[in-house]
């Protein structure tokens, strides 16, 4: 049973007493315990596996809850202080990265062994501030099991993550990269570097002014990577497609859009309007470039065929702006 009692301050850890220190443990347990299991639940559709890892880690910070309560009980009875984290000044914080969705997969793995670390670091410190020998040894226990969770973790990995289920987790994990960075980022680029080449080259062959053409590659750039951002976004909300959160997606399409129409649109900040157009050309054929390099790295794209698609396409787009801009 858990008293009422709630501290109205963050109290100094070297205040507590010994049962606020065993309090504290029982509540630390039961939140870890909880994050465990979320982390299952967020991993488990995409990685089976490593959610069964979480799952016995959840399993194991309960049996951890239940030594806690059995001593709080022996020596104090069965009302517990409410006692939580925020309530203790200086105490580690949890971050809520448990909520999202999906979870990235070393990260997680990383923040578990974070947690393992932290918690640790408490039990000895616990310890250190005890005199009764059962409660003592149950704390020195404690930090022993949360020192060896890494050996742990390791032995459940061994037994659920065998080498074709990591390759598929890993996989599956770049795979989500793609659909979710990757892709949408590389067709704003594509979308920002291309279609900006008519209105920017024509702007700027027609009137020769490289202020006022740089003021109409910066609008063009903007309002097509505010435009694609928001198509990205609101087209597919990544449940069903599996491409998953619409605003990451919409946010790597909308700046990388406006990135490929300001490389080519900066040059005319220079007042030369030779060495300005010299340049700006230039950089069309690097950002040309750049996005024939990311088909063939990230989406599997032979050379040929992705030099064929990107240069014969933007080398088209180019040629239009500069000779609509001569009439």
Same mark, same amino acid.
């Not at 598929?168 to 680029?189: I, N, S, Y």
């Not at 109409?216 to 491409?243: K, N, P, Q, W, Y």
């Given at each position: ?75 104090? &009875? ?11 000044? &200086? ?6 990265? %448990? ?81 979710? %960075? ?9 979308? &920002? ?17 490289? %202020? ?10 903007? &309002? ?13 909300? $990544? ?63 032979? %050379? $040929? ?23």
């Amino acid at each position: 049973m858990i008293s009422r009692f709630l501290p109205t301050r963050r109290r100094a850890f070297e205040d507590l007493s010994e049962q606020e220190i065993l309090a504290l443990a029982i509540s630390s347990e039961e939140d870890d315990m909880r994050i465990y299991r979320a982390y299952a639940d967020g991993l488990r559709e995409s990685f089976p596996a490593s959610a069964a890892v979480f799952d016995d880690m959840a399993d194991e910070e309960n049996d951890h809850r239940t030594r806690l309560i059995d001593l709080h009980q022996a020596r104090f &009875g069965d009302i517990i202080p409410l006692l939580r984290r925020e309530h203790v000044r &200086g105490y580690y914080e949890r971050k809520p990265d %448990w909520l999202v969705r999906p979870l990235p997969l070393e990260k997680t793995r990383e923040r578990a062994s974070e947690m393992e670390h932290q918690a640790e670091r408490f039990y000895r410190a616990a310890a250190a501030r005890t005199t009764d020998a059962a409660t003592r040894k149950l704390l020195g226990d404690l930090a022993h099991a949360e020192a060896n969770h890494g050996e742990l973790a390791d032995r459940l990995e061994r037994e659920h993550l065998t080498d074709e289920a990591r390759d598929e987790e890993d996989a599956t994990e770049q795979k989500q990269f793609l659909l979710t %960075w990757v892709q949408p980022g590389l067709a704003g680029l594509m979308d &920002g570097s291309i279609s900006t080449l008519a209105p920017i080259f024509a702007a700027a062959f027609a009137t020769g002014d490289t %202020w006022r053409t740089f003021l109409i590659g910066l609008s063009a750039s903007i &309002g097509a990577g505010i435009s694609m951002g928001f198509t990205e976004a609101a087209h597919d909300d $990544g449940v069903l497609s599996g491409r998953g959160s619409p605003i990451k997606r919409g946010l790597a399409s909308g700046v990388m859009t406006t990135l490929g129409g300001l490389g080519h649109a900066l040059p005319y900040l220079i007042p030369n309007f030779r060495v300005a157009t010299t340049i700006a050309i230039a950089v069309v054929f690097v950002e040309l470039w750049a996005i024939t390099w990311i088909q063939h790295r990230y989406m599997d794209t032979s %050379w $040929g065929r992705s030099m064929f698609q990107v240069l014969l396409g933007g080398s088209l787009v180019l040629a239009a702006g500069i000779i609509i801009g001569q009439y």
